[in-house]
């Protein structure tokens, strides 16, 4: 049996990484162009990127397991910059994680909209290189075939919008139910179910798009390389099959049935199907690089 030099833990920093990416993506676009109309969105996508980010530097820490032997250690990956892609990406997320910090503080306590905005613009760049970096990781590690792929890095930027987006939308009832009472604007928009629900609705056709997206992209890697082999190879094709049904085809279901579904126009039936979706995104997304980094080390 093959001993996997990454496990668990790095699967756990790549999704988290990604997701951090794609919902200050997704927030940051709320907030420029959807003129006042999704600031719950906003927010949420906001405070969940930072809250990702600093769960991603713990995993990451864990995972390098050198820690409690030497504390400063984690320090060393800002030294070879820029000829180290870990060091690259290490300057990346902790810019990221500074704008992040500050869009936060931001919206928590109503500061000014123009360097919140002003600071967005920057967190794009920022966070689509984040769940870029993530893919990146793996393209650059040599002598791996199934990571060295052109297809690999926009995968697992779009799967960091897809999971970020869904994570953007689950945080608000989260937040709204266990802390109303520092997030009001938060309670108000769940509280008043009609307008969460429209919101929903609105937000799946925008999952089904990307989702779409995603299913191109694999397709072109199962057509134009032989990664269903390898994954084979490595015993994962069921998993793989697991990750596409349940990861893709059932929340893309979801979405488009939403709207054309006479039973689903009930409110609450609408959110409990929408909820299922969403989770099913995220566990499509952890699926996904569990995949991708197990196969690429046992088949190298």
Do not use: C
């Amino acid at each position: 049996m093959t001993e996997l030099s990454w496990g668990i833990l790095l699967v756990a920093y790549l999704f988290v990484g990604g997701m951090a990416g794609g919902s200050y993506l997704v927030a940051a676009l709320a907030d420029l162009f959807g003129k006042g109309r999704y600031r719950v969105l906003s927010k949420s996508g906001t405070y969940i990127s930072l809250l990702l980010i600093l769960v991603g530097l713990v995993l990451l820490v864990l995972d390098l397991g050198r820690f409690e032997v030497d504390p400063l250690s984690p320090l060393n990956a800002y030294i070879n910059f820029p000829n180290s892609i870990m060091s690259i990406g290490t300057w990346i997320v902790t810019g990221f994680m500074m704008v992040s910090l500050l869009t936060s503080i931001l919206w928590f306590f109503n500061g000014s909209s123009i360097i919140r905005k002003l600071l967005e613009i920057v967190g794009i760049a920022l966070g689509g290189s984040t769940a870029t970096y993530t893919g990146l990781l793996l393209a650059f590690s040599r002598g791996r075939a199934l990571w060295n792929t052109p297809f690999l890095p926009w995968l697992f930027i779009v799967s960091g919008v897809l999971t970020g987006l869904a994570l953007t939308f689950l945080f608000i009832p989260i937040v709204a139910k266990l802390i109303p009472r520092f997030f009001e604007d938060f309670k108000e928009l769940f509280d008043n179910r009609k307008e969460f629900v429209k919101m929903l609705r609105i937000g799946q056709r925008y999952l089904v798009s990307i989702i779409a997206i995603e299913l191109v992209l694999v397709v072109l890697e199962l057509v134009l390389t032989n990664i269903y082999s390898e994954m084979q190879h490595a015993g994962l094709s069921m998993e793989f099959i697991v990750y596409l049904i349940a990861g893709l085809i059932f929340p893309l279901g979801v979405g488009v049935s939403i709207e054309n579904l006479k039973f689903l126009k009930n409110e609450r039936t609408a959110l409990i199907i929408s909820v299922v979706g969403l989770l099913s995104i995220l566990f499509g997304g952890f699926l996904l690089r569990y995949i991708l980094l197990t196969a690429g080390q046992v088949v190298g």
